[in-house]
Nanobody
Framework: QLQLVESGGGLVQPGGSLRLSCAASGSTLDYYAIGWFRQAPGKEREGVSCISYGGGSTNYADSVKGRFTISRDNAKNTVILQMNSLKPEDTAVYYC???????????????????WGQGTQVTVSS
């Protein structure tokens, strides 16, 4: 059974950077599409970025394009979300999720993902 654990969250000033990691146990992450989602207080969970099975395709929400980068580190069985130029509106709990279907693309829709981590808090504030 695949288990996901997020890490790397914290408090950062506006304009700063954070690097989130999604680590897996129980299976190899390269066999899954991986998505990053976030949920701010009082708001719906939204898709931020995803990377396809095999890593050939990525996708980003408009709000993070040009600032966030998703990548795989297969040697460590992790997926990284590098977040730069952070804004207060990026404050949320960030979750990674896995979709086991071998498709050449990935989705930012929550319903597409079967496995979820517990989340890591990101706070952007001065």
């Amino acid at each position: 059974q695949l288990q996901l654990v997020e890490s790397g969250g914290g408090l950062v000033q506006p304009g700063g950077s954070l690097r989130l990691s999604c680590a897996a146990s129980g299976s190899t992450l390269d066999y899954y599409a991986i998505g990053w989602f976030r949920q701010a207080p009082g708001k719906e969970r939204e898709g931020v970025s995803c990377i396809s099975y095999g890593g050939g395709s990525t996708n980003y929400a408009d709000s993070v394009k040009g600032r966030f980068t998703i990548s795989r580190d297969n040697a460590k069985n992790t997926v990284i979300l590098q977040m730069n130029s952070l804004k207060p509106e990026d404050t949320a709990v960030y979750y990674c999720a896995a979709d086991p279907r071998a498709r050449p693309y990935c989705s930012l829709a929550r319903i597409e993902y079967n496995y979820w981590g517990q989340g890591t808090q990101v706070t952007v504030s001065s």
